[in-house]
């Protein structure tokens, strides 16, 4: 379905249009206006959708949209999978997280719903898109270590700016080795079970579960280091960052563990 494929690409690449490098949480509590428009519900993802809505609808994108949509009902159901896609990349909201169980739930239990095929068909599709844009959201974790590493450097430098700026409660190098096996052992992991579960990738989901669980067991043995190693770059101008990305190009072929 091309509209779909499109709407998932559209979606990936405005879903974080105009972050300010702090959670929503924090937004709420400085008391934004846009948190006061969006009722302190996923603030900066409805804020992204919003800005990125309008900038489409401009004159000089009229040659687009009509690429893109070309009845009523194309324009409606793309607007909708776009607001649904880039919503799922909401994981702290917990009514959102709890829906969207439920709805995993319900799609891939094996308890006949009386519905037809095509309702059924509909349904999973529905929730395995939002689970894959949680997963391109995180995908470093699923990739090699160097990448894992690189993107995990940049996100402690945008915590640690958010700190220096008193936007953060806690500094990052308080929480973040514990915090990363958490995500690891509660999002990352669990996620990558169920993107295997429901079969969307094939076999390629072996390997991205396969290095979940990699970059999981050596950021228990070295994360300790590598935050040691992080605060030391941003406090003496360097980044070890470069290094990990010149280091891919010596990479050795990945070897699957069974899981």
């Not at 779909?4 to 934004?32: C, R, W, Y």
């Not at 799609?107 to 529905?126: C, L």
């Not at 844009?133 to 974790?141: F, K, L, P, R, W």
């Given at each position: 379905?091309?509209?779909?494929?499109?709407?998932?690409?559209?979606?990936?690449?405005?879903?974080?249009?105009?972050?300010?490098?702090?959670?929503?949480?924090?937004?709420?509590?400085?008391?934004?206006?846009?948190?006061r428009l969006y009722?302190?519900?996923?603030?900066?993802?409805?804020?992204?959708?919003?800005?990125?809505?309008?900038?489409?609808?401009?004159?000089?994108?009229?040659?687009?949209?009509?690429?893109?949509?070309?009845?009523?009902?194309?324009?409606?159901?793309?607007?909708?999978?776009?607001?649904?896609?880039?919503?799922?990349?909401?994981?702290?909201?917990?009514?959102?997280?709890?829906?969207?169980?439920?709805?995993?739930?319900?799609?891939?239990?094996?308890?006949?719903?009386?519905?037809?095929?095509?309702?059924?068909?509909?349904?999973?599709?529905?929730?395995v898109i939002e689970?894959?844009?949680?997963?391109?959201?995180?995908?470093?974790?699923?990739?090699?270590?160097?990448?894992?590493?690189?993107?995990?450097?940049?996100?402690?430098?945008?915590?640690?700016?958010?700190?220096?700026?008193?936007?953060?409660?806690?500094?990052?190098?308080?929480?973040?080795?514990?915090?990363?096996?958490?995500?690891?052992?509660?999002?990352?992991?669990?996620?990558?079970?169920?993107?295997?579960?429901?079969g969307v990738f094939?076999?390629?989901?072996?390997?991205?579960?396969?290095?979940?669980?990699?970059?999981?067991?050596?950021?228990?043995?070295?994360?300790?280091?590598?935050?040691?190693?992080?605060?030391?770059?941003?406090?003496?101008?360097?980044?070890?960052?470069?290094?990990?990305?010149?280091?891919?190009?010596?990479?050795?072929?990945?070897?699957?563990?069974?899981?």
């Open positions: 379905d091309p509209l779909t494929q499109f709407s998932m690409v559209f979606s990936a690449l405005v879903h974080d249009v105009d972050h300010t490098g702090v959670p929503n949480s924090m937004l709420i509590k400085e008391n934004e206006p846009l948190c009722n302190e519900k996923s603030v900066a993802e409805q804020h992204s959708i919003d800005l990125a809505w309008n900038l489409l609808q401009a004159e000089e994108y009229v040659d687009l949209r009509s690429c893109i949509y070309a009845t009523q009902a194309e324009f409606e159901r793309f607007r909708q999978l776009v607001v649904q896609v880039v919503l799922a990349t909401d994981i702290m909201d917990k009514d959102l997280k709890q829906l969207r169980n439920q709805r995993w739930e319900k799609a891939f239990s094996e308890k006949v719903m009386e519905e037809s095929p095509q309702d059924t068909v509909n349904r999973k599709a529905t929730i689970h894959l844009i949680q997963a391109s959201d995180v995908s470093h974790t699923m990739q090699h270590w160097h990448v894992y590493r690189r993107w995990n450097e940049a996100f402690f430098r945008e915590c640690y700016k958010a700190h220096e700026d008193g936007r953060a409660e806690k500094h990052p190098v308080d929480f973040w080795y514990q915090g990363e096996i958490g995500f690891f052992d509660f999002y990352i992991i669990p996620l990558a079970k169920k993107l295997k579960e429901c094939g076999k390629s989901s072996d390997e991205y579960l396969n290095y979940a669980m990699q970059n999981r067991k050596e950021w228990e043995e070295r994360g300790q280091e590598v935050v040691a190693e992080m605060l030391e770059a941003i406090q003496t101008g360097s980044s070890h960052v470069e290094d990990a990305v010149g280091d891919l190009a010596e990479t050795e072929p990945f070897e699957e563990e069974p899981v």
